[in-house]
Each structure stands twice: as C-alpha cells, then as structure tokens.
C-alpha cells in the first residue's frame, strides 16, 4: 500500500502535486437536486424525466426515450435539442438500415451541469450587480406611480413632468433603501453559496 502511495509521488514530483482545492478546480458535488434544478431552469420540468432516463445511459434512441417518458416524438426531440443547444445532452446519428431514415441517440453530458450551474450564478450576480448600481446611483430618487403603473428615474419623471404615463397620476417620489438592501442580501446569499463550493 505504501509503496504504491510513493510511487505516485515520484512520479508526479513532489511539490507539483496540488490539492484539486487549492487550485479551486474542484468540480461542485452534483445532487440529483442540483441537477434537476438546472434542467428545470433551462429546459423546463418535462425534461428532468428524459435526463432521468438517459443519465445512467449511453446512446439512447430518441423513439426508445419517447416511449420510456411517454411524450410524443415532436416535444421530446424539442426539449432534447434544447438540452443539446446546452450542450447538457449530445446526441449522433445513424441511419436506420431498416428504415432508412436517421435515428439520434443521445447521451447525458453531466460534466456540463456544474460548469452551466455556475455560470448562471455568475450572470445572476452580475446583473444584481448592475442593478445596485443603478438603485445606488439614484438613492432616494426614484419615482414611483401612486397606483404602481411604474416605476421612473429622476430624468424620466422629470420627462413626464412628475405624471404617470399610463394613468396621470402623480409620482411619488420613492426611499429606495429597502430595495438596496434587499438586492445587498441576495448579492451576498450568491456569493456565499459559490464561496461554499469552492
Ligand atoms: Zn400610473
């Protein structure tokens, strides 16, 4: 045992071996959950039983998926090309002897869902981002519809002359510092669940 433990360090030289987390290459531990969450997000419930079909699969028949979740043939091959324009599901063709047309057979490609997981975190916490930024750079300047129509920036309700667009009604001028906070506390929840990963 031991022996065999030495003979991968020599191998790899010792000080260039690295702890997958030091380098933060780690990959996420993927649950079911985790998952079913993401084929959810990008190709709605339906497809978790198709991705539950194929995932301990390989090359599985389009016609055979079909029939094993019992969807028709046009909505399973939507919601598996939409997997694919993911890249979460790849897929070859051949030509069926028999019949001679194509068949495509498709294969689950889980090591895609982190990477997706995590770059839909990054978008998110970018445009949070974004948006504080706006909400911070017009603090207390908003202005805001007394029915809810809409929601202005000083420049736009100064356009409308302090009046709602949509109904006439007079703008309120808005504190916007529980939206700040509000966006404060998500920001930070998304950060600490991808420092958690890592
Ligand atoms: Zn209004």
């Not at 985790?34 to 339906?46: H, Q, R, V």
Request: proline share 1%.
């Amino acid at each position: 045992m031991s022996n065999s433990k030495s003979t991968i360090v020599f191998k790899w030289g010792v000080g260039i071996v690295q702890k997958a987390t030091d380098i933060g290459v780690q990959p996420m531990v993927l649950t079911n959950k985790k998952i079913n969450g993401l084929i959810n997000e990008i190709a709605g419930e339906t497809a978790i039983s198709i991705i539950d079909y194929i995932k301990n699969r390989k090359n599985v028949s389009e016609f055979l998926i079909a029939d094993k979740v019992k969807l028709d043939m046009q909505t399973t091959r939507n919601i598996l090309y939409t997997l694919n324009s993911y890249n979460v599901a790849t897929y070859v063709r051949k030509k069926d002897r028999k019949k001679g047309w194509y068949i495509s057979y498709w294969t689950f490609n889980k090591g895609r869902v982190g990477e997706l997981i995590d770059k839909i975190k990054d978008d998110k916490l970018e445009q949070l981002q974004q948006k504080l930024g706006r909400e911070e750079s017009n603090a207390g300047n908003f202005f805001m519809c007394g029915n809810g129509c809409a929601r202005f920036d000083f420049d736009h309700a100064t356009d409308f002359q302090f009046k709602c667009p949509e109904c006439g009604q007079l703008l309120n001028q808005q504190d916007n510092s529980r939206t700040i906070e509000n966006i404060k506390k998500r920001i930070a929840e998304l950060q600490k669940e991808t420092q958690k990963k890592k």
